[in-house]
């Protein structure tokens, strides 16, 4: 492959999230000397985001957790000669000059340009809101979680709260909800498909969270459309009218959390000239139609690798594994084969991993662990394995994504059998 970075080249990266930060990283492992700018439109250091749903909000927040969970200090970027600027945002870039123009102003040129621009929430539609929420109103009660500073407001807003409504029953939501629990308030999750989880989980798993979120007294409400959303009857929280079998009801939360996906930043697609569709769309090496522009993490739409331009894949692994195979092809080197996509989950006391994408006419195989309360799920489309979903199960759970990687055969009559030996299926 031909080396397309030299020690007089700049590299721009616009996003300073996990795929940002890890495509610098990748960048100087593999040998590049030259300028790298990175560009974040929030007002801090990079952070973690996975931790932000979980431990960060389970709690009261301090300087010094917040500073527990920054991605890298700010000697790393001094370390590693990244220019990191936040609080600003890249407004335009062209590709044929190849310069970007920030929110101050400045004109920056650059010799790759990597999109690292992430997602941002979906927001409800104006018309759900049935009257006017002020401005104040929206800032206490309305929320969404996303980035560090959501998190922040959010767990501000629940010192002072008794009640939430979180919209979506996703991982986020679940995540957030088991989040508000245990920091005592009462939390009714609204999902209007049948089941939690339904894009992302096999039946099973999704039984068993909402299983997992009672016991806990959360309340559940599946095959639930939220109507409409109005101030409350006092000087706080919003009342919400949901519709499930046909009959309306209100609900009044102090907080509202809205979870309910989002949606790929590709706002500088069209000034550049770059194909797009649900993301930003690449090859197999993320690089995009336009020579010298790159697209990594959740705004990526890889035409090639595990899901051929089916679907954009959401996760840590896949942000650190595409900056990874663009840094490479950058350098000149071949770069790793995509890997099989897995997530995990933490709820509660319960860690949910997963490895794989589950069909939707999946034939799922149950499978009881070792340690006590442990279960893996092991999914099958006409008779091979494509996903493994364990909690509480780590064994299971890396036989099972080992299993995938490899293409070793597996059966769901060998999952059934309770006598059978996972170990004998990465041992022969």
Request: aromatic letters at 6%; hydrophobic letters at 45%; glycine letters at 8%.
């Amino acid at each position: 492959m031909t080396k397309l970075l030299n020690a007089d080249h700049h590299v721009l990266i616009i996003g300073g999230s996990h795929a940002g930060v890890a495509m610098a990283e990748q960048l100087r492992k593999q040998g590049f000397d030259g300028a790298i700018t990175m560009i974040d439109r929030e007002d801090t250091m990079p952070m973690e985001r996975p931790p932000l749903s979980k431990a960060w909000l389970a709690e009261t927040s301090t300087a010094e957790k917040t500073a527990g969970f920054l991605l890298r200090q700010s000697e790393w970027f001094v370390e590693n000669k990244v220019d990191f600027r936040s609080g600003m945002d890249v407004v335009s870039a062209d590709a044929a000059a190849k310069t970007a123009t920030l929110s101050t102003g400045e004109v920056l040129s650059w010799d790759q340009l990597v999109l690292a621009t992430g997602a941002v929430p979906r927001a409800l539609p104006e018309s759900i809101f049935a009257a006017p929420l002020s401005s104040t109103l929206r800032d206490e009660s309305l929320h969404v979680l996303r980035v560090p500073a959501d998190a922040q407001r959010l767990s501000a807003a629940m010192e002072n709260a008794t009640s939430m409504a979180v919209i979506g029953g996703g991982y986020i939501g679940l995540e957030v909800a088991a989040s508000a629990r245990k920091r005592g308030l009462d939390v009714t999750v609204i999902e209007m498909a049948p089941r939690l989880l339904a894009r992302v989980a096999s039946p099973d798993v999704s039984q068993y969270f909402e299983e997992l979120h009672h016991a806990h007294g959360t309340t559940i409400m599946t095959a639930t459309a939220l109507e409409s959303i109005a101030p409350s009857a006092g000087d706080r929280g919003l009342t919400l009218s949901v519709k499930s079998d046909d009959q309306t009801s209100p609900l009044t939360a102090d907080l509202v959390v809205v979870g309910i996906g989002v949606i790929p930043d590709i706002a500088l697609a069209d000034g550049l000239g770059l194909d797009h569709g649900n993301g930003f769309m690449v090859d197999g090496d993320y690089h995009s139609n336009i020579i010298g522009v790159w697209a990594i993490g959740d705004v990526a739409l890889a035409a090639e690798g595990y899901t051929q331009g089916a679907m954009r894949i959401e996760s840590v692994h896949h942000a650190q594994m595409s900056a990874e195979i663009a840094a490479a092809a950058m350098m000149g080197a071949i770069p790793k084969p995509h890997e099989v996509p897995w997530f995990w989950s933490e709820q509660y006391d319960r860690k949910l991993q997963s490895a794989g994408l589950v069909p939707a006419d999946a034939q799922v195989v149950s499978r009881a662990g070792k340690r006590d309360g442990a279960m893996s799920f092991w999914s099958f489309s006409e008779g091979v394995l494509t996903a493994i979903e364990s909690i509480g199960d780590p064994q299971a759970y890396m036989i099972g994504k080992t299993a995938i990687s490899e293409g070793l055969a597996v059966t769901p009559e060998q999952i059934a059998d309770p006598d059978f030996a996972l170990k004998s299926l990465i041992g022969r």
